[in-house]
């Protein structure tokens, strides 16, 4: 199976911050990446997927980056709603998620 | 509306078995396949594997392949999860969950708490 390394596994951050979260994968994995955010109590929900397109209703301010092994996703402009954990997800081959990133007020 | 509605909780001893059900609604049972994801608590997102809902053909992931089984009872569009000789390790939140359009999970069940304790 690919393992996905998410880093890091939590993060702090004032509203108005830019976040930045990295997923390597244990190989090429052709820019199939998604990125999912979950709350507490609820399933996850995607927020951008193959790389850098935005599902439909996710904010401008959640971009991502990437290619080969190595991928990005931040969040510009924190804001309280963005609160969550964020996963990554890689589905080239199969599907494996990364350790996910707790992402917290300072 | 599409919904995948699963059994409740379970609290189990190390050593026995169960079986959980996610009860598919609001489509075509078959034609999607059927994925199942862990999250013991507070941690993070594993994904199981998957069952071909055409054929009954399961995929595990290299983490699930001992004492995992996945199953189906199509005419009841109804998938399962069998966990035989339980761990304290299993104690998590099961889901079952399904694409849609370029969603590799699209849609989730309620999840179902398995606790194994002695």
């Known amino acids: 199976d690919i393992q996905m390394t998410q880093s890091p596994p939590s993060l702090s951050a004032s509203l108005g911050d830019k976040v930045t979260i990295t997923c390597q994968a244990s190989q090429n994995i052709n820019k199939y990446i998604a990125w999912y955010q979950q709350k507490p109590g609820k399933a996850p929900r995607l927020l951008i997927r193959y790389t850098s397109t935005l599902e439909s209703g996710t904010p401008s301010r959640f971009s991502g980056s990437g290619s080969g092994r190595d991928y990005s996703f931040s969040i510009s402009n924190v804001e309280s709603e963005d609160i969550a954990s964020y996963y990554c997800l890689q589905y080239d081959n199969l599907r494996t998620f990364g350790g996910g990133t707790k992402l917290e007020l300072k | ?118």
């Open chain 2, 1 to 118: 509306q599409i919904q995948l509605v699963q059994s409740g909780p379970e609290l189990k001893k190390p050593g026995e078995s169960l079986k959980i059900s996610c009860k598919a609604s609001g489509y075509t049972f078959t034609d999607y396949a059927m994925q199942w994801v862990k999250q013991a608590p507070g941690k993070g997102l594993q994904y199981m594997g998957w069952i071909n809902t055409q054929t009954g053909k399961p995929t595990y992931a290299d983490d699930f392949k001992e004492r995992f089984v996945f199953s189906l009872e199509t005419s009841a569009s109804t998938a399962y999860l069998q966990i035989n000789n339980l761990k304290n390790e299993d104690t998590a939140t099961y889901f079952c969950a399904r694409r849609g359009g370029y969603n590799p999970f699209a849609y989730w069940g309620q999840g179902t708490l398995v606790t194994v304790s002695s």
